[in-house]
């Protein structure tokens, strides 16, 4: 059983940072695309970021670049979000996409609260 396990959200004032994890588990991830998405209150669901399990290739939203960084450490990927501003202010979830078959799992999300 596949699970992905997001902690790390908080509270943090503007100009701050928080860094984000997600714990895969349940079955090997390669050819996979692990990603962190969003979604603020009366919004879409957005991408944020995503990380290639198999060569660490990077992508970012645009509205993220030069303030996050998703990074993996063996089954953990991790979300390092600075110079946080009001309007990242979401739940964050992480996802794994696959790269054969496009079915995606979800974690269940974690808060964060940008307070200005």
């Known amino acids: 059983q596949v699970q992905l396990v997001e902690s790390g959200g908080g509270l943090v004032q503007a100009g701050g940072s928080l860094r984000l994890s997600c714990v895969a588990s349940g079955r090997t991830f390669n050819n996979y695309n692990m990603r962190w998405f969003r979604q603020a209150p009366g919004k879409d669901r957005e991408f944020v970021a995503g990380?290639?399990?198999?060569?660490?290739n990077t992508l970012y939203a645009d509205s993220v670049k030069g303030r996050f960084t998703i990074s993996r450490d063996k089954n953990t990927v991790y979300l390092q979000m600075n110079s946080l501003k009001p309007e990242d202010t979401a739940v964050y979830y992480c996802?794994?996409?696959?790269?054969?078959?496009?079915?995606?799992?979800w974690g269940q999300g974690t808060q964060v609260t940008v307070s200005s």
């Open positions: 996802a794994a996409r696959s790269l054969l078959t496009q079915y995606t799992y």
């Open positions: 990380i290639n399990w198999n060569d660490d």
